[in-house]
């Protein structure tokens, strides 16, 4: 696609960013590589389905990173015992292409005469006001509520209100006093009581 008079483009690179997407990538691979070894090394040789159904939650759980590695799977025996031997490997040159790629981003918009700093800005802030939707509809369990009058939806809207800014509190102190632990944690200690 071509850019139009009224889009602008921005490159932005960022070396911390980099360092995260690497980190992040490398533990879903490492869990990823654990899964499959446990589920090549499984004491008795895992039926097809079940050898399916097990490839599948490993490649779920390490997401998009999955496409790193090519597994091989082959069916052996006939029927109903019939078994597979799996087989994988991590795909460098995929790798390499993707590292060139980390932390790395083309920013398009229709925001003419802004300082790429303060787009960038701008999309940072964006990503936070999703992050602050997914905690509304996750942690907090906050769904849309069809009313019929006015004054319950002024009510339900201040009450979700509230229950962000304490779950933005929350976070901001457990950052402070525990960096590991999370709202999510806490409240989930808090509902077993």
Known sequence: MLPQEWETYVFVQSTDRVAKERSMRRRRLRKYFEELKWIQKHK???????????????????????????????????????????????????????????????????????????????????????EAF???????????????????IDSHILISFLAYSLHVTLKARLRLRSAGLTPRVVLEKLAAV
């Open 134 to 152: 997914k905690d509304l509809k996750g942690d907090l369990a906050l769904r849309p509520i069809y009313h019929q009058r006015e004054d319950r």
């Open 44 to 130: 008795r040789p895992l039926k097809r389905d079940a050898l399916r159904e097990a490839l599948g939650g490993a490649k779920k759980m390490a997401g998009r990173d999955a496409r790193f590695v090519k597994v091989n799977v082959t069916l052996q025996g006939k029927g109903a015992n019939q078994g597979a031997r799996l087989d994988f490997t991590l795909l460098r040159d995929r790798m390499r292409r993707a590292w060139k790629r980390e932390g790395r981003y083309l920013l398009r918009t229709n925001l003419n005469g802004k300082d790429g700093a303060k787009i960038w800005s701008y999309y940072l802030r964006l990503t936070e006001i999703e």
